[in-house]
Each structure stands twice: as C-alpha cells, then as structure tokens.
C-alpha cells in the first residue's frame, strides 16, 4: 500500500513557489511563527481560573494549539489571560504584570468578571480590566465554557498572525497605551 510522507502541519503563508524556492513576507512568516507559540500567563483570581483548567486538561487539551507552556513569569509571556473577579485593590498588580510583558503582547478577558465585573456591581470590584489595560478578545460567560476560551484564543490567534509589524511603533498604539497611563 502507498502511503502518502508529506505531512502538513500548517498552511505555507501566501507567497510565491517555483522549483527549489518559495517566497514570503517577512510579516507573514513571522505572524505565522507567532501565531503557533504564544505562551500564555494565566492571571486567575476565581471560578473562571477553573474552567481554565479543564481548557488545559487532557479532554479538550490546550496544548493542540502549541501553547501548553504557561508561564508565571510575564517578561517570559506574550498572552495575559485574565480570569475571575477583579477586585479594585488588585488593578494596580495586574497593571504591574502587563507593563513587565514584553511587547508584542495580547489580552483576553474571560468570562463575564474580567470583561465587566460580572454580576459583582460593588464599590470594590473592578468593572471590567479595559478600564486599567487594554483588551483585545473578550469571552462572554459566567463561566464560559471551555470551547468559548478556546474560541477565544483562536480569535488572538487570528490577530496574531495579520498584525502588522508595524503596529507597536504606530502613534495610534502609543496613544491607546498613554490613555492608560502606560508609557
Ligand atoms: S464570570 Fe462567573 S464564573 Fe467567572 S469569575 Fe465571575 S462569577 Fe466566577
């Protein structure tokens, strides 16, 4: 029986193909890398951080997306996902942690806390982290399940791979970033 050897892991970025060469931009190889090796840092205050964990255990195995390796340590973590009830004394460490991420870096918000304070309409609870960073991918829920923050990051995923090189230098970036008081 034949069997077929190529094996395609992911699609070639667009580019062009001939005998022995294939070329690309720089920006698509690059999205591409990226796109398949973000290491996520998971900030989890309370119930959405254990559905987190189901999103991480063997049934639904957030590994097959090439991100197993979490990481505690923000300048080692391009993905902040912030999980749970936000209390306002918490605002300034979480702050703390996106500032030490290196850039390129991105921000889901799960579940219905992190996006808006949930049902928690108190004096003490943050009312959604984009009033202290900004976000990129909100994942509605109280909690959402585990397919809604795969989702969730499969959308990252897609702002990873077409962002622009470019982006982080652009005026309008710093200006987002100065409205929050982060240089
Ligand atoms: S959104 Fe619901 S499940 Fe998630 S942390 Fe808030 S109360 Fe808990």
Redesign the pocket.
């Known amino acids: 029986m034949e069997t077929d050897h190529k094996i395609k892991i992911v699609d070639a970025p667009e580019g062009y193909s001939g005998h022995g060469f294939f070329a690309t931009r720089m920006d698509k190889a690059i999205g591409l890398a990226r796109l398949y090796s973000l290491w996520p840092l998971p900030f989890a205050?309370?119930?959405?951080?254990i559905?987190f964990m189901a999103t991480m255990a063997p049934h639904y195995d957030l590994a097959r997306f090439g991100m197993e390796r979490m990481s505690f340590s923000p300048r080692q973590s391009d993905l902040l996902m912030v999980?749970?009830?936000i209390a306002k004394k918490m605002g300034p460490v979480l702050q703390q942690v996106y500032t030490q991420m290196a850039e390129p870096r991105w921000v889901i918000a799960?579940?219905?806390?992190?996006s808006s304070g949930?049902?928690?309409d108190t004096y003490s609870v943050l009312q959604g982290i984009d009033r202290i960073i900004p976000v990129d991918v909100y994942v509605p829920?109280?909690?959402?399940r585990p397919e809604q923050i795969i989702n969730g990051i499969l959308k990252i995923q897609d702002l990873v791979h077409n962002e622009s090189l470019r982006r982080r230098y652009s005026d309008e970036y710093k200006n987002l970033l100065a409205t929050y008081g982060i240089e």
């Open positions: 205050t309370s119930c959405c951080g559905e999980m749970g009830t799960v579940g219905a806390c992190a949930g049902i928690f829920g109280c909690p959402p």
